[in-house]
Nanobody
Framework: QVQLVESGGGLVQAGGSLRLSCAAS????????MAWFRRAPGKEREFVSA????????HTSASVRGRFTISRDNARNTVYLQMNSLNPEDTATYYC??????????????????WGQGTQVTVSS
C-alpha cells in the first residue's frame, strides 16, 4: 500500500514563501504521476500542479502559475511544491496525490489513486 506524507505547511505572511514536501513509501514512486491539490474552507478540492513520472512534463493551474513550482526527486521518493508570493487566497489544506498509471499529468481528483492526509497552509494578510 502506498503511503504519502506531506510536510512543510504552516502560517506565513502575505508575500512569503513555503516549500511543501510529500514523501512516498510502499510503492514504486518513479512510476507514478504526482500532483498537489488543495481545499479551502467551504470549497471543493482543486487541482494545483502535477508532474510526470520523469519530471519532463508539469502542469500548473492558472491561479498559481508563476508563483508555485512542482518538482520531484525520484531518488528520495519525494515531490515538492515551492510556493512563492503567497496571498490569503492560497490558504487551504494541501494534499499530495499519486496516479499509479503514470501517464502524463492528470488534473482531476478521480484520476489519482493515493492521497496524503494533507498539510495546512495559512496565509495572513
Amino acid at each position: 500500500q502506498v503511503q504519502l506524507v506531506e510536510s512543510g505547511g504552516g502560517l506565513v505572511q502575505a508575500g512569503g514563501s513555503l516549500r511543501l514536501s510529500c514523501a512516498a513509501s510502499g510503492g514504486t514512486f518513479s512510476s507514478y504521476s504526482m500532483a498537489w491539490f488543495r481545499r479551502a474552507p467551504g470549497k471543493e478540492r482543486e487541482f494545483v500542479s502535477a508532474i510526470s513520472r520523469t519530471a519532463r512534463t508539469t502542469h500548473t493551474s492558472a491561479s498559481v502559475r508563476g508563483r508555485f513550482t512542482i518538482s520531484r526527486d525520484n531518488a528520495r521518493n519525494t515531490v515538492y511544491l515551492q510556493m512563492n508570493s503567497l496571498n490569503p487566497e492560497d490558504t487551504a489544506t494541501y494534499y499530495c496525490a499519486a496516479d499509479r498509471n503514470g501517464l502524463g499529468v492528470p488534473t482531476r481528483v478521480v484520476e489519482y489513486d493515493y492521497w496524503g492526509q494533507g498539510t495546512q497552509v495559512t496565509v495572513s494578510s
